[in-house]
């Protein structure tokens, strides 16, 4: 019967394994993609295109209009006309591109491209998304959830005050449904939609044009130099650089431009002499507001192409709030010097005139430089906007600047509209700590026999992480977020982009900070929501009479077939280098989408099928799919390797099996010790650690005394019973000398070079150890391996240099480092074959594994390339 529960054992999990493999066939299949509008290719001149209804079906988001008129205004805008009255044309509204107005990216970091109807009362009447870069909305959830979310805007106006989450009517406040697991998106969503609408609404007369109040000028008549205005703030600076824009990197940028106001007296006379600006405003009328723009440097023009074919200066773009003004030639003046001392020598210059009421300096606003980006890997080309912040100084202004609300960003309003969630899970996670924290104490409450001091926080926290976090809060965490915080750490870190999803923010704190003390078994173990899902459905098989079938996969296969994980970790992770968008379809090798996020009866039968699979097999094999295929596990196992407190183990653990026989994670070896990169902390081990009936060393200790009459004390933290007596230390217990020592991982080892080192030379000395590989000893053995690697370790230095002085890609460095990564690993194996265990500050070395190593060099030079990257980066010579 044993062998036939392993047989069945090895193959469920083969077949789980060729599922897994068919799984990913069908998520490289491209044909749904090319169905969706997931990275659609949208027409190249869909951007300058007069005619754009030529090129995008206008009728879809207008129903009823029989033609449409070309492009007009600014922002532009078409209008849609019904069947002429009395030979008349007959407008029914307008037809709006959301990138002509706005590029607000979304979660993937790019604008969801949506085509948008409006009748003329500012009613929305048709809503299409042309093109989206959004992951989840490929494989995650289906496209159709998005087309419902935006037919709630239907028949809304551009003018009611829309928000996703639950209406408030006391506030006025319209509630949109969010879409489950794609909250930021449609967050975004919402936001691009209004402001589009409201621009064209204005522009149009729909809704009146918003009314600011007159800046009131506080004059000194002091003349400013070049460098007092800058420092002042009445002159901006608006720089391009060319890898903004997909070009190669360059010391010439793509433009550099500088603007300011010319309506303020001090300002205004700085810069064009008393006689140029009295001349300018005699030619402005009272409402009128004039600006200077120069550029100083740059392959680009700012007066653009359109300016030449219809008199349309198509770069430049001044944004107050919702509104935005750009310029014709009529409203062009030349700019025939500047006059401030220490002014920057130009080749293009120019006076612009803002003709509006709506418009006034006395409040903050933007020049908004216009164009395309170019992607390098693909080619396509995006619509892209590059703003510069301006805003009058307060010493500039009679009773100093107004206040100004400006609104609050999408990730602050996500954090307030569910501040009671939020408050609940920081609570959650709080309470499991502190449990976790006092496991000792639980443990020795608890017997084999009874483990319910313990298992009554244990089981509390599954049934609170599959129900509250997993289908409640939708919080469970994924690969996709090790890969972007990878990315993120190395290239560029934006804290927005990761506080927009709260509960997975807060729960990744929890994960770092645990991890690093503990291992990843109080996340996989305890909180992580599938996990729990998946032994909850093994304990319950047990209960319902499925014990007899529930079986380990024997010890040989499972030490082979944990490595698996950790090999589609480390390919997700090289994939992700070359193509993100690819290495998040790869990731749904994660079920976590279509159990929580989706839902199984809303995905294709592929992914339904693998979550049935691997839950089915969960009755019978404890946790298949944590032990052998996680990536987000494989992930975490690795800086476990350096968490500072583990399980205890005691001297005859190396003798005794008992807990390696029951350990559900597989975990313990026949020395007795246990991989904390594997274990999930069910703390069963630790149960038996104290008790006197159920750890054999410690009932045969008890028995005797029993049988002697002698006094039984309690177990000291040693594992053993507080001797009656003391007794004196010995070098090392005769079950020591019969075998290894289970209370490390490894045996420990004592670099020789640090023995009595202390203070400086001791911070010297780790210094050195983490950055120095090479054995002097190893010099006379392997020589050659020595020299390639001190070749390498030139070439990496330089390759690093190069990148630093713009000659080298970050690409190229990454390789670079990776190459040098793998060395390092074989190098410190052949001569500095150790890892610290606990603390950093202690030196508690131990003899290093090959996964101990790679876990180490790893981690290590992800933090020393992530601070040169974030160096590199902070003084702009890395080209991302």
């Excluded at 551009?158 to 909250?183: N, W």
């Excluded at 030196?843 to 390339?865: E, P, Q, T």
Aim: one cysteine or more; aromatic letters at 12%; a positive charge.
């Amino acid at each position: 019967m044993p062998f036939m529960r392993k047989n069945l054992a090895a193959s469920v999990v083969f077949y789980l394994v060729a599922f897994f493999l068919l799984l990913l066939s069908c998520i490289a299949n491209p044909a749904r993609a090319r169905s969706s509008a997931y990275e659609a290719a949208l027409p190249a001149e869909l951007k300058t295109a007069k005619n754009m209804c030529a090129l995008v079906a206008c009728t879809e988001v207008f129903p009823g209009a029989k033609s449409f008129s070309e492009r007009m205004g600014q922002p532009p805008y078409v209008e849609a006309y019904g069947a002429p009255i009395a030979g008349k044309k007959n407008l029914l509204g307008y037809v709006m591109l959301s990138t002509d107005i706005t590029d607000t990216p979304a979660y993937s970091g790019k604008p969801v491209v949506t085509l948008m109807g409006m009748d003329l009362k500012g009613r929305f009447v048709g809503i299409k998304v042309l093109k989206h870069s959004e992951p989840i909305l490929l494989l995650g959830i289906p496209e159709s959830a998005l087309l419902n979310f935006n037919k709630q805007y239907l028949g809304k106006s551009v003018t009611d005050k829309i928000e996703v989450g639950q209406s408030r009517p006391d506030e006025g406040v319209l509630g949109v449904d969010a879409i489950s697991g794609a909250t930021v998106t449609v967050i975004v969503q919402n936001q691009v939609m209004m402001t589009s609408g409201m621009a064209i609404a204005r522009q149009t007369g729909i809704v009146a044009p918003t009314v600011r109040e007159a800046a009131k000028y506080l004059v000194t008549g002091r003349r400013l130099t070049w460098a007092e205005l800058v420092k002042q703030g009445s002159v901006q600076r608006l720089l391009v650089k060319p890898e903004q824009v997909g070009l190669e990197k360059n010391v010439v940028p793509f433009i550099e431009l500088w603007f300011g106001d010319l309506n303020h007296p001090d300002v205004g006379i700085s810069l064009l002499g008393e006689n140029s600006f009295n001349n300018l405003r005699s030619q402005l009328k009272p409402d009128e507001h004039a600006l200077f723009i120069i550029r100083t440097d740059g392959i680009e023009s700012f007066k653009g192409s359109g300016f030449v074919r219809g008199g349309m200066y198509d770069r430049i773009q001044v944004k107050q709030d919702a509104d935005s003004y750009t310029f014709r030639d009529l409203d062009y003046l030349n700019l025939y010097g500047i006059v401030a001392d220490g002014a920057p020598t130009y080749n293009e210059s120019a006076i612009f005139i803002i003709r509006s009421k709506a418009f006034s300096n006395a409040y903050p606003w933007k020049l908004s430089f216009l164009g395309n980006r170019v992607d390098r890997a693909t080619g396509t080309r995006s619509f892209a906007s590059f703003d510069a912040k301006y805003w009058l100084a307060d010493a500039l202004l009679q009773g100093g600047r107004p206040v100004v609300e400006e609104a609050a960003a999408p990730y602050v309003r996500i954090w307030k509209s569910r501040a009671i969630e939020i408050g609940l899970f920081c609570l959650l996670l709080i309470v499991v700590s502190i449990a976790y924290a006092y496991r000792e104490k639980l443990t020795r409450m608890s017997t084999h026999k009874n483990k319910w001091p313990v298992n009554i926080f244990k089981y509390s926290a599954w049934i609170l992480s599959i129900t509250f976090v997993g289908f409640g809060v939708m919080a469970q965490p994924s690969i996709t977020q090790v890969l972007t915080w990878f990315h993120s750490l190395l290239f560029q870190w934006t804290w927005s982009l990761f506080l927009t999803d709260p509960f997975i923010f807060v729960f990744w704190i929890f994960i770092i900070i645990t991890v690093f003390l503990f291992g990843r078994g109080l996340f996989c173990g305890w909180m992580c929501p599938f996990g729990s899902m998946s032994e909850a459905i093994y304990k319950v098989g047990e209960k319902i009479g499925l014990k007899r079938f529930q079986t380990h996969l024997p010890q040989a296969v499972h030490d082979k077939l944990k490595w698996l994980k950790y090999a589609i970790f480390f390919g997700l992770l090289a994939v992700s280098m070359f193509s993100m968008g690819l290495a998040e379809k790869l990731a749904e090798v994660e079920p976590f989408k279509t159990t929580f996020l989706v839902g199984i009866t809303n995905r294709a039968w592929p992914y339904g099928l693998f979550v049935a699979l691997i839950l089915g097999i969960s009755l019978f094999i404890e946790r298949p799919y944590c032990k052998y295929i996680c990536p987000l596990g494989a992930a975490l196992a690795m800086p476990s390797t350096f968490r500072w407190f583990g399980l205890k183990r005691k001297q005859d653990c190396n003798s005794c099996k008992a807990c390696a026989v029951g350990c559900g994670s597989l975990a313990i070896d026949k020395a007795g010790r246990i991989d904390h990169r594997e274990c999930l902390h069910c703390l069963d081990c630790m149960v038996l650690y104290t008790d006197v009936k159920g750890c054999p060393p410690l009932s045969k200790e008890r028995k005797r005394r029993d049988r002697e009459g002698l006094e039984i004390k309690a177990i000291g933290k040693d594992g053993y019973f507080i001797p009656i007596y003391p007794i004196p230390a010995t070098p090392a217990s005769e079950a020591i000398k019969a075998g290894l020592d289970p209370r490390m991982p490894t045996d420990p080892v004592k670099p020789t070079y640090k023995t009595n080192a202390t203070g400086l030379r001791w911070i010297i000395l780790e210094i050195v150890d983490h950055v120095w590989p090479w054995n002097a000893k190893s010099w006379s053995s392997q020589r050659g391996l020595q020299i390639a690697g001190v070749a390498l370790a030139i070439a990496a230095s330089l390759a690093w240099i190069l990148t630093a002085i713009g000659q080298l890609s970050s690409a190229a460095i990454i390789a670079w480092w990776f190459g040098w990564s793998v060395y390092e690993v074989l190098i410190r194996l052949s001569g500095k074959r150790y890892v610290k265990d606990g603390p950093w500050w202690q030196d508690n070395y131990r003899y290093a594994s090959v996964m101990d190593m790679i876990s180490y060099v790893s981690f290590k030079n992800l933090l020393i390339g992530a601070a040169l990257f974030l160096s590199l980066k902070t003084l702009g010579l890395l080209i991302v």
